[in-house]
């Protein structure tokens, strides 16, 4: 088999094996989190850090949603690097941004993070924070979760299927679980550009 085909294999083996109904309690939490006027937050590192990015528009434009990220600040996240530590730079401008029981924090992490492993500690970090406050925890991960499954109130854990191959599906399917979160219809404020657009 071709690395093509048994990649497109694995992607339908963990399409297959998602778990719904971890999916829908995300969806309530958004639904709740928008009605009661709270605010959405989403973290992560490395390509999840991207995927934060564009989740926030969509989350902000198609769902009606308050939602930023501290990746989306490169000066201020450099900044808090250099002065404070890595472990901090997200607790803290979560603390700056008054991060209350009315928000949620979405996490995109292949991991998880780990504190034990030194993977992803401003993660954990953040994650205290939100659950001395109150703040309603989701996360997509990869592998076993690591920290963000341990404390989450909804978390996908995007299924392993090939040890070689978690990190591109992980990420991957961060970006599917987000834009079928936004495309519900009870999520959805206003329809995509192209959908809206008579043939």
């Known amino acids: 088999m071709s690395f093509i085909s048994q990649y497109v294999e694995e992607a339908g083996e963990i399409l297959k094996k998602l778990d719904h109904g971890q999916i829908e309690k995300m969806i309530q939490i958004l639904l709740n989190t ?8 989403i973290i992560g590192v490395g390509g999840s850090a991207a995927n934060c990015t564009h989740a926030v528009n969509d989350f902000r434009k198609l769902a009606h949603i308050e939602t930023y990220s501290p990746v989306d600040n490169v000066a201020e996240l450099t900044a808090r690097t250099n002065d404070e530590g890595w ?5 803290e401008w979560l603390k700056i941004s008054n991060v ?8 995109f992490s292949v991991g998880g993070g780990n504190e034990e492993k030194n993977v992803s500690p401003n993660i954990v970090t953040a994650l205290e924070l939100c659950k001395k406050v109150g703040t309603k ?13 341990k404390v989450a109130d909804a978390c996908v854990i995007i299924p392993t299927v090939n040890e070689s191959t978690i990190t591109p599906h ?8 987000w834009h079928l979160i936004v495309a519900d ?13 008579s043939v």
């Open 137 to 149: 925890i989701i996360g997509v991960v990869g592998r076993d979760g690591g920290h963000t499954a």
């Open 100 to 107: 209350s029981d009315n928000d949620t924090i979405l996490v």
């Open 34 to 41: 928008r009605e009661n006027g709270g605010r959405l937050f």
């Open 87 to 91: 472990d901090t730079v997200f607790s």
């Open 185 to 197: 219809p009870r999520m959805m404020k206003i329809k995509n550009k192209w959908e809206s657009l």
């Open 170 to 177: 992980a990420e991957a399917f961060q970006g599917l679980v």
